[in-house]
């Protein structure tokens, strides 16, 4: 949870890659939710103004759920555990679609979306905030412009492997070209991705206690989501852009108690 919706995200990363949207910032900052340094090169602005276009094309392609109680509900616990995540300042938007996969996503500026079968599936308010609180911990962490930048950096650098090994491979430079670049991806962005997810959780139990909902909600919420993956089948961690659900309930349950 909390990436773009596949097709979006490539559309919003080739048009960054296109030259669009690189700022002159400084390469490396610390961010204050994390405490780490961060490899930036896009701006927060630019990257909102095109999650805002992703976000219409979301609202136009997905029904939105026809049930005011439930967007108030949703609404009144995003705001809450925004305001406690001190991001008063963003343009929030909670949306409930009427979509039966048990998932939820977050955009760069502040859009939220829950589809109706994550909501069906928790069980309380505080397990929705848990989830919540996890997408808000995604938009204070800059995960967004954190991955997009990195992507950005390892395509760079695959366009210059595959200038530089023209000469010596010939006809099989874009071969090698393409097996660096999956070497990197599976190396460097997929390992950074779990990084991102635990920290949003980390962060998510923070707001969500601020806000005054019971951590034990996110504790209950993955513990479920544990089982149901275990029923379906799940793919292997180092090949997946999340952690291993274990590893994500243990984290979980260290800090929740």
Known sequence: MGSLPILHRRALIGALAAGAALAPLQACSENPATGRRQFVIVSDEMLANLAAQTWAQVRAQTPVADDARLQARLRGI??????????TGLDWE????????????????????????????????????????????HVAARHAAERVSQQLAVQAGVQAAALALSEDLG???????????????????????????????RLGVDYMKAAGYAPGGAVSFWRRMLATSETRGAPLAWLSTHPAHEERLAALEALAA
Do not use: C, Q, W
């Not at 995003?78 to 991001?87: H, K, M, N």
């Not at 977050?106 to 989830?131: H, M, N, T």
């Not at 430079?173 to 949003?200: F, K, M, N, W």
């Open 78 to 87: 995003g705001a809450r555990v925004a305001e406690r995540a001190g991001l």
């Open 94 to 137: 909670f949306v409930a679609f009427d979509s039966a996969e048990i998932n939820a996503f977050v955009l760069p500026g502040g859009k939220v979306g829950f589809f109706r079968g994550l909501i069906d599936f928790a069980a309380s308010d505080d397990e929705i905030a848990a989830v919540m609180g996890h997408e808000i911990g």
């Open 171 to 201: 006809d099989f430079a874009d071969e090698a070209a393409a097996a660096l670049g999956a070497g990197l991806t599976y190396g460097v962005i997929l390992p950074y991705s779990r990084r991102h997810e635990l920290e949003a959780d």
